[in-house]
């Protein structure tokens, strides 16, 4: 049963235009939500997070929003730079494990 | 400072065979965790160490995968006998306390 949960396989956008990656989650629980960024043949690197305090996070062109009573976050890159390109990973970190999505390939086209 | 590594980054055997994947997880890191991610799908959890104690395996597939973590530095994931179903990206990563996740590069399995 996947806890969280990323609709969207792939996304294309424009260079300098916004990025939005959604992310949604089941398990009301969750109190911790990082973003992963994976490049091809490398492993996951830390990205951005929240906690369920906040509904808002905000580092350079990266920000997260969390919207607790509809149990969905979302990442917003802008503006989007072709270097953006990558599988971006959503996660939730109960403490003991973290439950990741499957993961929105994005491309920023030049 | 030096990163987490796996070894090998590729491994291809044969259905029934036995594989041996290793994880060095950070200097000082006690928490190391297994991650596996199978033909696009999610990235799913294995187990988690904290130094040399499983703290929780709840993740792993079957009594075919072993892992250990002898002395709470390095770790070892051993599959045997290999199925076809075991195929993937097995990521290893390690923290330090409630920090954030670092993740090696994974060792890509594919079984024959």
């Known amino acids: 049963d996947q806890q969280v949960k990323q609709n969207s396989p792939s996304l294309s956008v424009q260079e300098g235009r916004i990025s939005i990656l959604n992310c949604d989650y089941t398990n009301s629980m969750f109190d911790y939500f990082l973003w992963y960024k994976k490049y091809p043949a490398e492993g996951p690197t830390f990205l951005i997070s929240?906690?369920?305090?906040?509904d808002k996070n905000e580092d350079g062109r990266f920000t997260v929003f969390l919207n607790k009573s509809a149990k969905h976050l979302s990442l917003h890159i802008v503006p989007s730079q072709p270097g953006d390109s990558a599988v971006y990973f959503c996660?939730?970190?109960?403490?003991?494990?973290?439950?990741f999505g499957t993961g929105t390939s994005l491309t920023v086209i030049p | 400072e030096a990163g987490v590594t796996q070894f090998p980054s590729h491994s291809v055997i044969e259905k029934g065979q036995t594989v041996t994947l290793r994880c060095d997880p950070i200097?000082?890191?006690?928490?190391l965790y297994w991650y596996r991610r199978v033909m696009g799908k999610e990235i799913k959890f294995l187990l988690h160490?904290?130094?040399?104690?499983?703290?929780?395996e709840s993740g792993m597939p079957n009594n075919r995968f072993l892992a250990e973590r002898t002395g709470g530095t390095y770790s070892t994931l051993k599959v045997q006998p290999a199925e076809l179903e075991d195929s993937g990206v097995y990521f290893c990563?390690?923290?330090?306390?409630?920090?954030?996740?670092?993740f090696g590069n994974g060792t890509r399995l594919t079984v024959t």
């Open positions: 200097s000082g890191h006690d928490n």
């Open positions: 160490f904290v130094k040399e104690s499983k703290q929780d």
């Open positions: 996660a939730s970190d109960t403490g003991n494990q973290f439950y």
């Open positions: 990563a390690s923290s330090q306390g409630w920090g954030n996740l670092h």
């Open positions: 929240i906690s369920s305090i906040k």
